[in-house]
């Protein structure tokens, strides 16, 4: 993430109490942050979170903190490079000075601009002070929200606000328990509110995983892919499982991702690891091998099919 020349600049921007100091520890302590050369943190507020004297020197980081914006000037800050001689430069910004207004000196150059929001705040942020936060995530390669735990119904219309400020942003949602994978609704490469979702390789991978979360949106409707069967021996007559293999990182992390299907006599019989062309109704039922309800296709159409050229699934390497 740091180090490079000219000078480099990393900037993690966000209002009082969004958890930036929060991240910027996690940052410093990580492994990949142990880099030759020192690092310069300018600090441009205090909040309540402190930095450990111990992360400091085991990260090779010198802190300084400047309080008054109208220091936040290229001579001030080319002054202070040369006491410090710094290799890289972190700031904490202040999110109530108008990041606009910022100007570095000529030898130093933005590498990286992230912006830490607090979810639980953020309406009452971007209702009473939208130009500031605007100035925020403008430019912000990646857009943090933390603390999504009570609001994660509220998450997309948060996505299509900073979504219609800066449409390039990384965005990522976090809760207690780490970053959130949501697949939303506007992020389909399908169209919801067909009747029937033809589904391509990727397609399917993404139909897999949505529908163990949000399987509401899917039942009733038809879905068409192209599939390997399973026909695992303990499967109850007329089911089969039609799936994809998928790899989520290397090709030796292989999984096949099917849901169960039933089909009844009249069709054309399945073999095991046979190519088909599906058309099936997705439902929720209770299904043993799950233990729980789940989705269950039944089968519509069956038809064989040839294996196409791209047969795994690769989602996990998507985002």
Known sequence: MFG?????????????????????????????????GNTLLILCEEGE??????????????????????NMNPQQLAAIEKSYKPDRILIEWNGMWNFKDFKMPDNWQLAQQITIIDASTF??????????????????EMIVFNRCDNVREDLPSYKRNVKA???????????????????FEEDLPYDLSQDELVLGTEEYGIFYLDAMDHLERYVGKLVSFQALCM???????????????????????????GYACKYAPGMMPVKDREWIMLTAEVKKEFFKDYGCEGPVLYAKEIN??????????????QA
Do not use: H, W
């Open 49 to 70: 979170e402190e930095y450990p004297a111990e992360l400091m020197k085991r990260s090779g980081t010198d802190m300084i903190l400047i309080e008054d914006e109208e």
């Open 165 to 183: 400020v800066n449409p390039k942003a990384e965005i990522i949602f976090e809760d207690a328990q780490g970053e959130i994978n949501e697949i």
């Open 231 to 257: 026909t695992p021996p303990e499967f109850p007559s007329g089911f089969f499982i039609p799936g994809r293999m998928a790899m989520t990182c290397c090709a030796q992390d292989m999984a096949f991702l």
């Open 4 to 36: 490079g020349k000219p000078k480099q600049v990393y900037i993690i921007n966000g209002f009082l109490e969004a958890g930036k100091t929060e991240f910027i520890k996690f940052t410093l302590g990580q492994e990949y942050f142990r880099t030759k």
């Open 123 to 140: 309406p009452m942020y971007y209702t009473n002070m939208k130009s500031l936060l605007a100035e925020q995530i403008r430019n912000s």
């Open 304 to 317: 064989k099919s040839r294996e196409p050229k791209d047969a795994v699934v690769t989602f996990g390497q």
